[in-house]
Structure formats: structure tokens, C-alpha cells
């Protein structure tokens, strides 16, 4: 967990690193992808959880929207944090943040419950794209009754 909380709220750092410039479909799957990573392991069900919420974002099939989660976590490797890929996300159109956002929240909420320091990123992503807090605490997926992600 530390380590996934370094990469969303890094330390001053040397001065060296330069944030890549990303699109904002890159930048929307990056935070899906990170948010994914949230545990600090990445597994091959999490990427499929960020493959699913990269298809019902863009609705790509999933051939092209593993390819888009691929380049998102290419771009991480040159990433210092994760609101670099909020920040990029930004250029999305607002039906399309809104749509991030739930994904966002189905994601964090996928093993039952978020953590502080979860919902916390959720609610920083949220002012980075521009929305107001109620609206996007609004867009959090109710709880399914049947236990499966909405």
C-alpha cells in the first residue's frame, strides 16, 4: 500500500523526472489502471478489472481497450504520479469524465469496501477533472445486492 501511495502522493523528488504528455483517453485509462494497482500488486484479475472499465468508458471491444490499458501503463513507467493521468484526463468531454468517475468508483469499491486513503484519490481525481465533490461523491455505483460490479 505504501508503495501505491508513493506513486499517488510522491515525495519532492530530484527535479529529473518529466511527467509524459498523454492524450486524454491515455490519461483516463491510466487512472483506471492505477486505481486498480491500488493494493500495490497489479494481477492479472486487476487488469482485467481496468480492461472492463476501459471498455464501458470508450465502448471498445476488448482487443483494442487492453491496448489502450497497454499504452496507459507505459506511460506510468515515465510517471511520477497519478494526476498526471487526472490532469490529462481533463480534455475528455464532461459526459466522459462523469463515466470515468463511476468506473473510478466501481473499481475502488471491487473488493467489497475503499479504503480512506482510496476514496481520498477518488475525491482528488474528482478536482482534477473539474467536477464538484457532491456530484462526483453522486456517481459512486450503489452497492449491488447480487455482489457484482456494476
Known amino acids: ?64 481497450a487492453a491496448r489502450l490499458r497497454q499504452e496507459a501503463e507505459a506511460a506510468q513507467a515515465k510517471a511520477s504520479t497519478m ?7 481533463r480534455g475528455l468531454p464532461s459526459d466522459k469524465k462523469e463515466a470515468l468517475i463511476t468506473r473510478l468508483w466501481a473499481i475502488i469499491d471491487s473488493n467489497g469496501s475503499a479504503t480512506v486513503p482510496e476514496e481520498h484519490v ?13 456530484r462526483g461523491r453522486g456517481l459512486r455505483p450503489a452497492p449491488s445486492v447480487t455482489g457484482k460490479e456494476n
Open 122 to 134: 477518488v475525491r482528488s481525481v474528482i478536482d482534477v477533472l473539474g467536477v464538484p465533490q457532491e
Open 83 to 89: 494526476m498526471t493521468f487526472a490532469a490529462a484526463a
Open 1 to 64: 500500500m505504501k508503495k501505491w501511495m508513493d506513486r499517488i502522493f510522491p515525495n519532492s523528488g530530484d527535479g529529473n523526472t518529466q511527467a509524459p504528455s498523454v492524450s486524454p483517453e491515455i490519461g483516463a485509462a491510466g487512472v483506471l489502471v492505477e486505481a486498480a494497482w491500488r493494493d500495490g500488486q497489479y494481477t492479472e484479475v486487476e487488469r482485467d478489472i481496468a480492461t472492463a472499465a476501459i471498455m464501458k468508458l470508450f465502448l471498445l471491444d476488448n482487443a483494442s
